[in-house]
């Protein structure tokens, strides 16, 4: 009997122990749309990477022309930008992206 008790939880447990989800069903659209993160997350971080690469070459431009690395107006406007489409959490995220992207010049 405790057998039984025994295997029943971890063959509940087995359905889908990485998903949370309770049947074979949610656990494969669980996995699924997962695995779309997981590919957008990609994307998104080379688009990071492709952005601090732009911005570096801003920056040197900037700099060999006597201006300043950083330019604290366009960086609001990004702020604002990122502010209006997302909401209160977009501008964390663009001051994430701005920090991200005055890199080492």
Known sequence: MSTDTATAAPA???TAPDTGASTQEAAG???D????IDDLDGRIIGLVQERMAVSAVIQRERMASGGRRVNLAREMEILAHYRNQLGKPGTALAMTLL???RGQV
Do not use: C
């Open 12 to 14: 509940a447990q087995a």
């Open 29 to 31: 659209l669980i996995s």
């Open 99 to 101: 920090e991200l992207s």
């Open 33 to 36: 749309a997962r695995s779309r």
